[in-house]
């Protein structure tokens, strides 16, 4: 494969791609200053500050979910809270900002191995500009950047397995020294022990490698097997210890439901669950405009044939396919939206490294070429016009900051409440609700969930709205 110099990319270019990806990442940016803790954010401070970090996740275990890693992210700062003179506003704002930190760490680490042969002094824009279209494009925006809970529960075990992605698709050696398969197994274990979806996932994937390679490739993968197999080891180790925590069941009926589905119900639950997600996902106008961008930038003279450049994105597909299939036979088909978010992450760098190493005539190649100027201004209009632009700058310029204005005002009010009482509360207004940083509001229950979480963080008496 013929690579690019940076001689090939004019300043102009390059500067041009710097701009609008910073353009494009700062409403996510400002986004993470608006947020103010809610509903599970607050049962969980409440929670550490009561039980501790250890006495928490024990907690979880027996009530709720085995998701062992997550649940001490969760309560992390409610516990830094409690235990120093940090403020959870704070606390929380500085989480989300490190989280989206990690995703353009995750991109820049990860580009350097999918993206070999193109410019190096395009890395870090592409960065920025593939944290955008990732945030901007999937299924809960809240629940992936600035809700806690969502965050720390599937988008950083999903960049924990973006990271190993190259070892676990290498078509030639990566580094096998001992410091990087540490680091690699312990990105795994945390994955694993993050939620029972991920670990399912680091079960299919890298069976979908196997099996694609020896069937579909018509050779066995020469390199990374024994990766593979210990993925696929720990991704069960995951499933052992969340499918023991006695909290599942506890859970599965609060939510009336089964802990063991119909077989048959579950392929059919998981077929239309697969066929509801993966294309509408594919399609997504941030993906598009991404693929077309890396059609633009990747050299040229892409050796790869159609099978071996597909592999990545196949292998995704049966892999979400089954995980799908599982979850519905194993939770009555209980996966929250939101989990769809890590499949998502992991998604959008198997499309980029398919979409990179997708062979081209030369015809072709000399079609887009010609082109070029056209598909920048159709790249940067989806992008523009999708969720990642305009949509994220609405939210950002309305509802963000009457989201934050209606909730420092009840957090104010409940901090003066004495000890105890009871308290009527309004509820937040309709725009606030608009904003993507909404997750609950309290209701006229004072047993409802955010009326306890609200209570048990403030100290408060039952709280209810009018």
Same mark, same amino acid.
């Given at each position: 494969?013929?690579?690019?110099?940076?001689?090939?990319?004019?300043?102009?270019?390059?500067?041009?791609?710097?701009?609008?990806?910073?353009?494009?990442?700062?409403?996510?940016?400002?986004?993470?200053?608006?947020?103010?803790?809610?509903?599970?954010?607050?049962?969980?401070?409440?929670?550490?500050?009561?039980?501790?970090?250890?006495?928490?996740?024990?907690?979880?275990?027996?009530?709720?979910?085995? /998701?062992?890693?997550?649940?001490?992210?969760?309560?992390?700062?409610?516990?830094?809270?409690?235990?120093?003179?940090?403020?959870?506003?704070?606390?929380?704002?500085?989480?989300?900002?490190?989280?989206?930190?990690?995703?353009?760490?995750?991109? /820049?680490?990860?580009?350097?191995?999918?993206?070999?042969?193109?410019?190096?002094?395009?890395?870090?824009? @592409?960065?920025?500009?593939?944290?955008?279209?990732?945030?901007?494009?999937?299924?809960?925006?809240?629940?992936?950047?600035?809700?806690?809970?969502?965050?720390?529960?599937?988008?950083?075990?999903?960049?924990?397995?973006? @990271?190993?992605?190259?070892?676990?698709?290498?078509?030639?050696?990566?580094?096998?020294?001992?410091?990087?398969?540490?680091?690699?197994?312990?990105?795994?274990?945390?994955?694993?022990?993050?939620?029972?979806?991920?670990?399912?996932?680091?079960?299919?994937?890298?069976?979908?490698?196997?099996?694609?390679?020896?069937?579909?490739?018509?050779?066995?993968?020469?390199?990374?097997?024994?990766?593979?197999?210990?993925?696929?080891?720990?991704?069960?180790?995951g499933l052992v210890i969340a499918l023991n925590a006695p909290g599942n069941e506890v859970r599965?009926?609060?939510?009336?439901?089964?802990?063991?589905?119909?077989?048959?119900?579950?392929?059919?639950?998981?077929?239309?669950?697969?066929?509801?997600?993966?294309?509408?996902?594919?399609?997504?106008?941030?993906?598009?405009?991404?693929?077309?961008?890396?059609?633009?930038?990747?050299?040229?003279?892409?050796?790869?044939?159609?099978?071996?450049?597909?592999?990545?994105?196949?292998?995704?597909?049966?892999?979400?396919?089954?995980?799908?299939?599982?979850?519905?036979?194993?939770?009555?088909?209980?996966?929250?939206?939101?989990?769809?978010?890590?499949?998502?992450?992991?998604?959008?760098?198997?499309?980029? #490294?398919?979409?990179?190493?997708?062979?081209?005539?030369?015809?072709?190649?000399?079609?887009?070429?010609?082109? /070029?100027?056209?598909?920048?201004?159709?790249?940067?209009?989806?992008?523009?016009?999708?969720?990642?632009? @305009?949509?994220?700058?609405?939210?950002?310029?309305?509802?963000?900051?009457?989201?934050?204005?209606?909730?420092?005002?009840?957090?104010?009010?409940?901090?003066?409440?004495?000890?105890?009482?009871?308290?009527?509360?309004?509820?937040?207004?309709?725009?606030?609700?608009?904003?993507?940083?909404?997750?609950?509001? @309290?209701?006229?229950?004072?047993? #409802?969930?955010?009326?306890?979480?609200?209570?048990?963080?403030?100290?408060?008496?039952?709280? /209810?709205?009018?």
């Amino acid at each position: 494969m013929k690579a690019w110099s940076n001689t090939d990319v004019s300043n102009k270019a390059r500067h041009s791609l710097w701009v609008f990806s910073i353009v494009l990442l700062l409403p996510f940016l400002a986004l993470t200053f608006f947020l103010v803790p809610q509903s599970d954010e607050l049962c969980m401070a409440a929670l550490a500050k009561a039980e501790g970090l250890v006495g928490g996740v024990i907690y979880q275990w027996e009530t709720w979910s085995g /998701r062992v890693a997550a649940s001490f992210l969760l309560l992390l700062p409610g516990w830094l809270n409690a235990n120093s003179s940090s403020d959870l506003l704070f606390l929380h704002k500085g989480a989300a900002l490190l989280v989206l930190a990690a995703f353009v760490i995750v991109c /820049r680490l990860t580009f350097v191995s999918l993206l070999a042969g193109i410019p190096r002094t395009l890395l870090w824009p @592409l960065s920025f500009l593939g944290t955008a279209v990732l945030l901007g494009n999937v299924v809960e925006l809240h629940a992936m950047l600035t809700w806690w809970p969502g965050a720390a529960t599937f988008s950083l075990p999903g960049l924990a397995i973006v @990271l190993c992605l190259p070892r676990l698709f290498e078509s030639e050696p990566q580094d096998r020294s001992g410091p990087a398969t540490f680091a690699l197994t312990m990105l795994l274990v945390f994955a694993s022990l993050s939620n029972v979806a991920a670990a399912l996932f680091l079960v299919f994937l890298p069976l979908s490698l196997l099996v694609y390679g020896k069937f579909l490739l018509k050779r066995p993968l020469r390199f990374g097997r024994g990766f593979k197999w210990l993925a696929i080891s720990i991704g069960l180790f995951g499933l052992v210890i969340a499918l023991n925590a006695p909290g599942n069941e506890v859970r599965l009926a609060m939510q009336d439901r089964p802990l063991r589905g119909d077989t048959a119900m579950a392929v059919v639950g998981g077929l239309g669950k697969w066929a509801e997600y993966a294309p509408v996902q594919l399609f997504f106008p941030g993906w598009i405009a991404w693929s077309l961008l890396i059609l633009l930038l990747r050299p040229s003279g892409a050796t790869k044939t159609v099978a071996e450049a597909l592999f990545p994105l196949l292998c995704w597909l049966f892999s979400v396919l089954g995980l799908l299939i599982a979850i519905h036979y194993g939770a009555g088909g209980g996966l929250p939206r939101r989990a769809l978010n890590m499949l998502s992450v992991v998604g959008f760098f198997c499309v980029t #490294a398919s979409v990179l190493h997708l062979r081209l005539s030369d015809a072709q190649s000399a079609w887009l070429m010609q082109r /070029r100027r056209g598909l920048c201004f159709a790249i940067a209009l989806l992008l523009l016009i999708g969720p990642a632009g @305009l949509w994220t700058g609405w939210s950002l310029a309305g509802p963000a900051g009457s989201y934050r204005d209606a909730s420092m005002s009840r957090w104010t009010l409940l901090q003066s409440n004495p000890q105890g009482q009871p308290m009527n509360v309004s509820p937040l207004p309709v725009d606030a609700r608009r904003s993507v940083l909404f997750q609950a509001d @309290l209701g006229p229950d004072p047993d #409802a969930w955010p009326n306890s979480c609200y209570a048990q963080y403030f100290n408060s008496g039952a709280l /209810r709205t009018p």
